[in-house]
């Protein structure tokens, strides 16, 4: 069973920056996809960003486009999402998800692993 752990979350001022990471326990997958989504408070998971193991293509939702960099340390198993000018609405839990590569990056179940997320709160 493949487990990934968050961390990096935290409260931030409007227009600050945080650095998510996603360590994952080694996983039998060559060609994966990490995905990371945010809920926020009493709304449905969205995906925020996507990026393929194979090539290291990144999707960006529109919303974060410019602001919200995905990375990853494929030798390390661990996961990044560097997030600059951060919006109060951009407030809530945030997900990283690894399946095999998705149809669509931004639909969570598509996503086989999921960790158990970690709070970002943006103050306006």
């Known amino acids: 069973q493949v487990q990934l752990l968050e961390s990096g979350g935290g409260l931030v001022q409007a227009g600050g920056s945080l650095t998510l990471s996603c360590a994952a326990s080694?996983?039998?997958?060559?060609?994966?996809?990490i995905g990371w989504f945010h809920q926020a408070p009493g709304k449905e998971r969205e995906g925020v960003s996507g990026?393929?193991?194979?090539?290291?293509?990144?999707y960006y939702a529109d919303s974060v486009k410019g602001r919200f960099f995905a990375s990853a340390d494929n030798a390390k198993y661990t996961f990044y999402l560097q997030m600059n000018d951060l919006k109060p609405e951009d407030t809530g839990v945030y997900y990283c998800?690894?399946?095999?590569?998705?149809?669509?990056?931004?639909?969570?179940?598509?996503?086989?692993?999921w960790g158990q997320g970690t709070q970002v709160t943006v103050s306006s």
């Open positions: 080694t996983f039998a997958m060559d060609d994966y996809f």
């Open positions: 998800a690894v399946g095999p590569p998705p149809r669509d990056a931004f639909d969570p179940d598509e996503y086989r692993y």
């Open positions: 990026l393929s193991s194979f090539d290291g293509e990144t």
